[in-house]
């Protein structure tokens, strides 16, 4: 089928699977697990020529147009930051996502994802904003699906794992345990 996600060959790609199964390999190979190179460089390649933010690489397709713009810069700045984890994020195109398009997001998630790539690809300023604006972002819940799986739970768990995980160091950030409940 030539792509990387799609349940099979006959299925359209869902957004968020590729990135989620790569950054999934990924752990597993951190973790000590051999993993098929050439499996994850076709991934990792698909998420590349999906990232441009002037291409609709991952539109989806809802009636409201605002969830489609929430769940594409959603699955961009996952699969950003999933290339970042390999420094195969190009920072340009990181920088134009930020600037242009994650006024869009409805979660704090890909402000998370978007913030913490930028940051560590040495763009401190706009990756600090928008991680600062990750901590206090509500999740946005539509009329209808928002197209990301997510909820203020989710985000605000794995924002916190996030932080840990790359030893960020926040003000404020050990009181965000208090707010999962």
Known sequence: NGG????????????WLTPYVLNFLLDAQEQGFTI??????????????RLPANEEGFAIKYQDSGQNKHATIA???FASYVLARLNRAPL??????????LK???????????????YL????????TAINQALTQKYVQTSGYNGDYGSHLRDLAQIIHLIHQHHL??????TLWFDLD
């Not at 098929?36 to 020529?49: A, S, V, Y």
């Open 169 to 174: 160091d926040l003000p404020g950030q050990e």
């Open 104 to 118: 869009e997001a409805k979660s704090a998630l890909p402000f998370a994802h978007l913030g913490l790539v930028l």
């Open 92 to 101: 340009g195109t990181l920088r134009t996502l930020y600037d242009q398009s």
């Open 75 to 77: 699955a961009k700045a």
């Open 4 to 15: 990387f996600g799609p349940w099979d060959s006959q299925d359209t790609e869902e957004n």
């Open 121 to 128: 690809q040495g763009d401190q300023k706009r990756g600090l």
């Open 36 to 49: 098929p190179d050439q499996m994850l460089q076709r991934g990792l390649k698909r998420l590349l020529e």
